[in-house]
């Protein structure tokens, strides 16, 4: 096992180690697995977005991207076409759905991306919560205009577009909310910065707020940030999905950490 490459590693032990939701007793996370995690129907209305990622998939166009994270193992030079971006960076249409099964499951009022790129995901969350904000944070300016032209293409008019570093954008994204319901953590894949935005996010945080964070075990730094995340003292409920990591903050709930494969 030492010989494979970290994610696949953690995969193997994540498919040896992770329980089926009949191992939950836990009421709160067995209905969000059962109404939520496991169901497969995709969402009907969602086809006009993945239209929009298959365009994305043929579009030849060359971008300068201007890399301000430890995102992509694959980036080599600074410009990149398109198509490369929607192949490497985006989450699948599998991810990006349940995703979005999760947000609707829960209704936030005020969701946060980190992490836009093209704009496909913050696109399903849009569409999953159409009476939710979202407020979606992009480094790199012209991957962002891309995706704000996504945005007016399919009409998303609850989707606000902040371009800049996460570090100088989000204080001045959580400076305008009065509370932060639903917080997806998608950029900057490295243990110290997933911390950090962690603890400035939990500001705006409270008892029934829902933190996703992208890619828990891409690294041994992530896997750290997420052992440090569970230990977290205003962490109650955590669930490892393998490429996504839930986290709970419910004071009802008793400390319990879940791995799943549902
Ligand atoms: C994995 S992609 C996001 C994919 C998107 N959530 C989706 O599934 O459609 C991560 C994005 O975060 C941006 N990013 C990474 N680190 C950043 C930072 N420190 N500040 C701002 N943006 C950053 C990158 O430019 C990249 O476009």
Request: aromatic fraction near 8%; proline fraction near 4%.
């Amino acid at each position: 096992m030492a010989l494979l490459p970290h994610p696949a590693r953690s995969f193997l032990k994540h498919l040896l180690q992770a329980g089926s939701r009949h191992a939950v007793h836990s009421p709160f996370v067995y209905s969000l697995v059962d109404n939520a995690l496991r169901t497969t129907t995709p969402p009907k209305e969602t086809a006009d977005i993945e239209h929009l990622r298959n365009a994305l998939l043929a579009n030849m166009d060359l971008v300068s991207v201007t890399d301000l994270g430890a995102g992509s193992r694959t980036a080599s030079s600074t410009q990149r076409r398109i198509r490369d971006i929607a192949r490497t960076a985006l989450k699948p249409r599998r991810q990006a759905e349940q995703l979005a099964r999760i947000a609707r499951y829960f209704r936030p009022r005020t969701m946060l991306e980190l992490g836009t790129s093209l704009g496909i995901t913050a696109l399903h969350l849009s569409r999953a919560v159409p009476e939710a904000r979202l407020h979606t944070v992009e480094g790199c300016p012209q991957i962002g205009a891309v995706a704000q032209g996504n945005f007016r293409k399919l009409g998303a008019g609850n989707i606000s577009l902040h371009i800049g570093a996460f570090k100088d954008q989000l204080p001045r994204v959580l400076s305008g909310l009065s509370q932060l319901d639903f917080a997806y953590i998608d950029g900057h894949h490295a243990k110290e910065p997933t911390l950090a935005y962690f603890e400035q996010c939990l500001a705006k945080a409270h008892n029934d707020t829902v933190f996703i964070f992208d890619d828990i075990h891409w690294s041994e730094g992530m896997e750290e940030a997420w052992a440090l995340i569970k230990d977290h003292s205003r962490v109650t409920v955590t669930i490892d999905l393998f490429h996504f990591g839930l986290v709970f903050l419910r004071r009802e709930q008793q400390k319990e950490h879940f791995r799943l494969r549902y």
